[in-house]
């Protein structure tokens, strides 16, 4: 008996799972990134209006960029995180191209593509 390919959609609806995570997980990170640029302007304001000193201000300024590298980091390997898994989605619904079968009189027979 002939039985047609099957998608494993529990193993597929994970792997979407995992691919959403990581968007948020990317999404999380934009936010905190966000957040610390906001800080930086607020810092500058109050380093320009004189209400922090020039040596707090650039001390502040190294955690910063520290911080932001981090963040930068997180959110590239969370790209490639999810560029994986998109590329696991991928190869696992590519494998679902159907096979050629053709009817017969005496029964179904696989036919195979034609080499160039």
């Known amino acids: ?6 998608l494993d959609e529990s193993a ?3 792997i979407v799972k995992e691919i959403a995570a990581h968007g948020e997980l990317i999404r ?6 966000q957040a610390v640029l906001d800080h930086v302007d607020s810092e500058k304001a ?3 209006q004189g209400k922090i000193a020039k040596k707090g201000f650039e001390s502040s300024v190294r955690k ?3 911080e932001l590298s981090n963040l930068d980091k997180s959110i590239r390997k969370s ?3 999810a560029e994986i898994a ?3 989605a991928r190869r696992m619904a590519a494998a679902q191209a159907p096979r050629h079968f053709r009817a017969t009189m ?3 027979r696989s036919v195979a593509a034609k080499k160039k």
């Open 1 to 6: 008996m002939v039985n047609e390919k099957k």
């Open 46 to 48: 109050s380093y320009h």
């Open 106 to 108: 005496s029964g179904l």
């Open 12 to 14: 597929y609806a994970k």
């Open 79 to 81: 790209v490639k995180n």
């Open 86 to 88: 998109c590329n696991k």
């Open 28 to 33: 999380t990170r934009q936010n905190e990134k």
């Open 64 to 66: 910063i960029n520290k």
